[in-house]
């Protein structure tokens, strides 16, 4: 079946650092990817999504790039705000007809003034 | 638009009660879910629908019950609450025939229920 992995946290940087949070996937066939990301308390927002191999999803100074060959969506941003502080989730879409996502069990990233 | 709405907010219930969680989308969406989030666990799909009138299990249905008798609303229930579902509930939607992108899933703002 499909599945995602992603790095656990919680992560912690301190303002203007440089993020990585690790995702990679198993799945049949070619499926989309995405990043969500939820503020506290609230629900999750679309961050960026990719639906081919080699597209580069981009946001808010967010990106992921999706590498076929590793299985893996990495997300970065090279420069992070306090106002960045969420939590992250990987998720796929294997297509088919009902469109379901499969999630990455969430990265709690924490960033100090 | 609102997009996606949920009601309740909040609920806390006692050990063998019953309740509905409403979900309501403005998107004119084909396609929604129920998922519930749990620490540690991401986000696990409960039920969903592909369509007004249909509704299918997701990967832990177990002590829910769902209904879509209108194309916007979708209804999660719990007949015979349990401390295990003690949980915060998320509702989504996606896919708007003719909208290219169909895989993408607008959440609500979530219900946290407590089950005593």
């Known amino acids: 079946g499909n599945s995602v992995t992603q790095m656990e946290g919680p992560v912690t940087l301190s303002e203007e650092a440089f993020l990585t949070i690790n995702c990679t996937y198993t799945a049949t066939g070619y499926p989309s990817l995405f990043w969500y990301v939820q503020y506290p308390g609230e629900g999750l927002q679309l961050l960026l999504k990719?639906?081919?191999?080699?597209d580069k999803g981009s946001n808010k100074g967010f990106e992921a790039t999706y590498r076929k060959e590793t299985t893996s969506f990495h997300l970065e941003k090279g420069s992070v705000q306090v106002s960045d502080s969420a939590v992250y989730f990987c998720a796929l879409s294997a297509g088919g007809s009902n469109y379901k996502l499969t999630f990455g069990k969430g990265t709690l990233l924490t960033v100090n003034p | 638009n609102a997009g996606v709405t949920q009601t309740p907010k909040f609920r806390v219930l006692k050990t063998g009660q019953s309740m509905t969680l409403l979900c309501a989308q403005d998107m004119n969406h084909e396609y929604m879910y129920w998922y519930r989030q749990d620490p540690g666990m991401g986000l696990r799909l409960i039920h969903y629908s592909v369509g007004e009138g249909t509704t299918a299990k997701g990967e832990v249905p177990d002590g829910y019950n769902v209904s879509r008798l209108k194309k916007q609303n979708f209804l999660l229930g719990l007949e015979s609450a349990a401390p295990s579902q003690t949980s915060v509930y998320f509702c989504?939607?996606?896919?708007?025939?003719?909208?290219?992108?169909?895989?993408?899933?607008?959440f609500g703002p979530g219900t946290r229920l407590t089950v005593l």
């Open positions: 990719a639906t081919k191999a080699d």
């Open positions: 989504a939607s996606s896919y708007e025939v003719g909208d290219a992108d169909t895989d993408t899933q607008y």
